[in-house]
């Protein structure tokens, strides 16, 4: 059974880091691209930031660029997100997800997701 799980979530002041993790099991990662997304109570889901399969390729979406980080390690089968200068407005539950292909922007594009890590920052 094909299994994500993030971790790392929590509560942290504005101007505070986290770094969420999310854990792959049940399958072979290495050839997926891998994916970070949130959502917001009564907002649609967004995309946060995508690793392509070898590492070598990150993309961002505009409201997180230059304040988080995203990377892999596929011997571990891992994907982390290192979320840095956080900001009220980053509030959100955060979900891994992970694609057989080339990496994507949309959610709908990903097969398989995690069950979502919560995350609040305070003012």
């Known amino acids: 059974q094909v299994q994500l799980v993030e971790s790392g979530g929590g509560l942290v002041q504005a101007g505070g880091s986290l770094r969420l993790s999310c854990a792959a099991s049940?399958?072979?990662?290495?050839?997926?691209?891998k994916g970070w997304f949130r959502q917001a109570p009564g907002k649609e889901r967004e995309f946060v930031a995508v690793?392509?399969?070898?590492?070598?390729?990150?993309y961002y979406g505009d409201s997180v660029k230059g304040r988080f980080t995203i990377s892999r390690d596929n011997v571990k089968n891992t994907v982390s997100l290192q979320m840095d200068s956080l900001k009220p407005e980053d509030t959100a539950v955060y979900y891994c997800?992970?694609?057989?292909?080339?990496?994507?922007?949309?959610?709908?594009?990903?097969?398989?997701w995690g069950r979502g890590t919560q995350v609040t920052v305070s003012s």
């Open positions: 997800a992970a694609r057989n292909g080339r990496t994507k922007f949309l959610s709908a594009e990903y097969d398989y």
């Open positions: 049940g399958r072979a990662f290495e050839s997926y691209a």
């Open positions: 690793v392509s399969w070898s590492g070598g390729s990150t």
